[in-house]
């Protein structure tokens, strides 16, 4: 699928058929000084694109990224010191 470009004021001028052409088409690409800026999508591309980029919980639980620093996590020990906690 060939993506077509628009120049942002020929994609204000023709707006209806830039519209058009997404929906029939696919993504249409919006140019400011020759740098593409902004893509026009049909609302389904949209969902579907959202859905697809989220993980599902289980692929988030299982990554292996974390999920928030441990470094600055600190406990409490008896007698009011304080010590970095040991990861393993």
Do not use: Y
Not at 8 to 25: D, G, H, I, N, W
Not at 43 to 62: C, G, N, V, Y
């Amino acid at each position: 699928m060939k993506v077509k470009h628009w120049p942002v004021r020929e994609a204000k001028a023709r707006f209806s058929e830039v519209l058009r052409k997404a929906l029939a088409e696919g993504p249409q690409v919006v140019t400011q000084h020759g740098v593409e800026t902004a893509v026009l999508v049909s609302m389904d591309q949209w969902l579907e694109m959202r859905q697809t980029s989220r993980p599902t919980l289980k692929a988030w639980i299982l990554s292996p990224e974390p999920r928030f620093d441990f470094s600055e996590l600190l406990l409490r020990r008896r007698g009011g010191r304080r010590r970095v906690a040991a990861l393993d």
